[in-house]
């Protein structure tokens, strides 16, 4: 590289250190709403990375520049996030859909091994929407004693759990 080369390295490289100084913030923040500060901040970054070639003193409008091309990355990356997804869902299998899920399996053996006196309460409560009222007549016991059984059921749940 000769030293004029260097020398207009140097000054594309100090309008783009210019321009990022002056806009990050407020490109930062008008982003922000828009998409979440964690990925703001990555698609600053992306923005002045895209715009590192433009020489700074070329842009007449450099907030509006920035901008567009900040919101042109979130457009192709939010693209490719769909098409990304359209493809799970086209090769994810079909029994996959039907397959319980671990905390499903998880839970229902937590409830089977459960104390039969908290089972019953829980399962009522829980999976027939009874209330403990209606539980307690249909079991014979007090509304207090569906309380406490049901408080029991689920800290046995939360131990075992882990929650």
């Known amino acids: 590289m000769t030293e004029a080369e260097h020398m207009g390295a140097d000054a594309a490289d100090d309008g783009l250190n210019r321009?990022?100084?002056r806009y990050a913030a407020w490109l930062n923040r008008r982003l922000r709403a828009r998409i979440g500060s964690d990925a703001a901040e990555d698609v600053v970054q992306e923005t002045y990375l895209r715009i590192a070639p433009h020489a700074a003193d070329d842009i007449r409008h450099p907030k509006a520049f920035l901008?567009?091309?900040?919101?042109?990355?979130?457009?192709?990356?939010?693209?490719?996030e769909v098409r990304r997804?359209?493809?799970?869902?086209?090769?994810?299998p079909a029994e996959a859909e039907n397959a319980p899920q671990i905390d499903q399996i998880m839970l229902g053996d937590v409830i089977a091994a459960m104390p039969q006196l908290h089972r019953d309460?829980?399962?009522?409560?829980?999976?027939?929407g009874m209330t403990y009222p209606e539980i307690a007549r249909t079991l014979g016991i007090s509304v207090?004693?569906?309380e406490w059984r049901m408080s029991r059921a689920l800290e046995y749940c939360a131990s075992r759990l882990d929650l």
């Open 121 to 128: 309460v829980f399962v009522l409560s829980r999976f027939s």
């Open 19 to 21: 321009l990022y100084r």
């Open 144 to 146: 207090k004693t569906v």
């Open 85 to 92: 997804s359209r493809a799970l869902e086209r090769h994810r």
């Open 67 to 80: 901008l567009t091309v900040a919101m042109n990355l979130v457009r192709d990356e939010h693209r490719r």
